[in-house]
């Protein structure tokens, strides 16, 4: 702290310090939400599952990984490439899955827009296996940035 800096500013650059942090665990929460609907479709199949809810899903998946992908990039990834000297395989190996959860999040929305839409569940189990793999790799993803990219830019 600089010698007679107001307490307030000292709190408020922790605050600003944190708050990517925050950002990203509120980020995670969304995602995780995402994957509990994903895994409740997957364990309705095949009579059981609420097209409205697809629909829902479908609307949401894409464009929220996009958003937590982007901010990853412009804020987060800078932040832990500054606060850890080895980040940059990390790095590098986090935007491959994120360009792979993307694609796979794709053609998901794809099948879960053509079930909203009314069209007949005609491979219950292939759906199931798309779907739990989607939610298995965003919840794997997760954890790894939990253990490994959180701790080290809350610093
Ligand atoms: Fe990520």
Excluded at 34 to 47: H, T
Excluded at 74 to 101: C, G, N, Q
């Amino acid at each position: 702290m600089a010698a007679g800096e107001p307490p307030r500013t000292v709190a408020a650059r922790a605050e600003e310090t944190r708050r990517p942090a925050l950002v990203m665990q509120c980020i995670h929460e969304n995602k995780l939400a995402l994957c509990a609907a994903l895994e409740a479709v997957a364990d309705a199949l095949p009579d059981g599952v609420c097209r409205a809810e697809c629909l829902r899903i479908a609307s949401l998946l894409v464009p929220l990984l996009r958003q937590a992908h982007a901010y990853e990039d412009d804020v987060i990834f800078p932040a832990f490439a500054a606060a850890s000297a080895d980040a940059d395989p990390t790095i590098r190996r986090l935007r491959v899955e994120h360009v792979e959860d993307e694609s796979f999040a794709d053609e998901v929305t794809e099948i879960l827009l053509a079930v909203g839409h009314g069209e007949p569940i005609g491979n219950a189990e292939a759906m199931g296996f798309m779907l739990r793999g989607l939610f298995e790799t965003l919840r794997r993803h997760i954890a790894f940035e939990r253990e490994h990219v959180l701790p080290a830019i809350v610093g």
